[in-house]
């Protein structure tokens, strides 16, 4: 089950819960009982590892970029992903 972590727009509380994919979003907030909670956007808490794209991603040293014919991005936004890096 997935945890969500939700935010008080009217006194600014925040906590956590542990809910199913299918459970209904959580509205009233248990510090200032106001139904003005929202779901934050928060990062995920899971590590992929084992054979696949993944693999190499954890690896330290050295042996953490195998791919060594791409070449690198540009300083117009570093990302590779605007026109100006490509």
């Keep these: 089950m997935p945890i969500y972590a939700y935010q008080c727009a009217s006194c600014g509380h925040e906590l956590e819960a542990l809910q199913k994919m299918a459970d209904a979003p959580l509205t009233d907030c248990p510090a200032c009982q106001q139904p003005a909670l929202s779901k934050k956007v ?45």
């Design 42 to 86: 928060t990062a995920a808490a899971f590590r992929l590892s084992g054979g696949g794209w993944y693999e190499t991603d954890f690896k330290a040293g050295n042996k953490k970029n195998v791919a060594t014919t791409e070449a690198a991005p540009s300083a117009a936004c570093g990302t590779g992903a605007c026109p100006a890096c490509q």
